[in-house]
C-alpha cells in the first residue's frame, strides 16, 4: 500500500511538473506570435510609408519594446518611425538605435509595396471619379496607373469627354501625371438615366470625389442633398478651392444644382 501510494504521488508530481511546462510554453508561444505581429504592424506601416519604405529599417519587439535600427537621411523620419512604432497596440516603449546621415541614399527597387498599394488606391479613385461624372462614359475606359502616373486607354464619345476625363484622373489624389490616349468617336453622348438617383448617394459620392482631389479639403465642407440639389457649406482656403468645390459637385451625376452661398473662404 505504501508502493502504491508513492507511485501516485509521484506520478501526480509528474504530472503537475508537465501542466505547468505546458502552461510556460503556451505562454511563451502567445508573446512570440504577439511580438512577430508587432513587428509585422510597423514593418507594414514603414511600407506604406512614403517617406520610410525605401530605408533599410528593421525592427525587433521584446516585451512590449521595439528596437529600431537602420538609416534614414532626416531626423524627422527617426521620430516619424518611432511615433508609428509607439502607435501599435502593446508597445510600450522605443530604442530608436536609427542612424541619421544626410547623405544616406534609401535604396530604389523597380516598385516597393507601398507604391504598389499607392497605385492600387489611385487606380481605384479614378475610376471611381470616372464612374460618378456625369460627363464621362466611364465603362469604355481603361485606368493603369505606375508610380502615380496614369495612363488613360479605350473610347470616348467626344473631345469634350476625353478632356473631362484627363482632368479628373489629374486632380485625384496620389496621381503625378496622367497620359490621355482615349480615342474619340464622335458617336451621340446618351442622355443620363432618368432613373432615381438618391440623395443620399449624391451625397456621399460629394464628399468622397472632395476626399479623392488633390485640390479640395472636404473635410471642412458639409454636403446635403435634397431632390437632388446639393448644398455646400464651410469654408475652403481659397477662391479657386471654392470654384473647384462647385465644378466637382456639379458634375456628379444626380446632382440638378448645387448652392453653395455659405461656402467661404
Request: aromatic share 4%.
Amino acid at each position: 500500500m505504501f508502493s502504491l501510494g508513492k507511485k501516485i504521488i509521484t506520478a501526480s508530481g509528474i504530472a503537475l511538473v508537465l501542466v505547468s511546462s505546458s502552461a510556460l510554453t503556451l505562454a511563451d508561444s502567445q508573446q512570440d506570435l504577439t511580438e512577430a505581429r508587432q513587428e509585422s504592424q510597423i514593418m507594414t506601416t514603414y511600407a506604406l510609408s512614403p517617406y520610410l519604405r525605401a530605408n533599410d529599417l528593421k525592427v525587433v519587439v521584446n516585451n512590449g519594446k521595439a528596437t529600431l535600427t537602420g538609416k534614414v537621411d532626416e531626423d524627422v523620419n527617426k521620430d516619424l518611425a518611432k511615433q508609428i512604432a509607439l502607435s501599435v497596440s502593446g508597445i510600450k516603449d522605443v530604442d530608436n538605435k536609427i542612424i541619421v546621415e544626410s547623405e544616406y541614399l534609401p535604396k530604389t527597387t523597380s516598385q516597393s509595396y507601398g507604391q504598389i498599394v499607392d497605385d492600387a488606391t489611385a487606380t481605384a479613385a479614378v475610376k471611381s471619379r470616372l464612374a460618378w461624372s456625369k460627363f464621362v462614359e466611364s465603362q469604355s475606359i481603361t485606368v493603369t496607373t505606375k508610380n502615380g502616373r496614369v495612363t488613360l486607354t479605350g473610347t470616348v464619345a467626344n473631345s469634350e469627354s476625353k478632356d473631362a476625363s484627363g482632368r479628373l484622373a489629374m486632380a485625384t489624389r496620389g496621381v503625378i501625371s496622367v497620359s490621355n490616349q482615349l480615342s474619340v468617336t464622335n458617336k451621340a453622348v446618351p442622355h443620363e438615366t432618368t432613373q432615381a438617383i438618391s440623395d443620399a448617394w449624391i451625397t456621399t459620392k460629394v464628399k468622397s470625389t472632395f476626399f479623392y482631389s488633390s485640390n479640395v479639403s472636404g473635410s471642412d465642407i458639409e454636403v446635403n442633398t435634397v431632390q437632388g440639389m446639393v448644398t455646400l457649406k464651410g469654408r475652403v482656403d481659397s477662391g479657386a478651392e471654392r470654384a473647384l468645390a462647385i465644378e466637382l459637385a456639379q458634375n456628379l451625376r444626380g446632382v440638378k444644382s448645387v448652392n453653395a452661398k455659405d461656402l467661404t473662404n
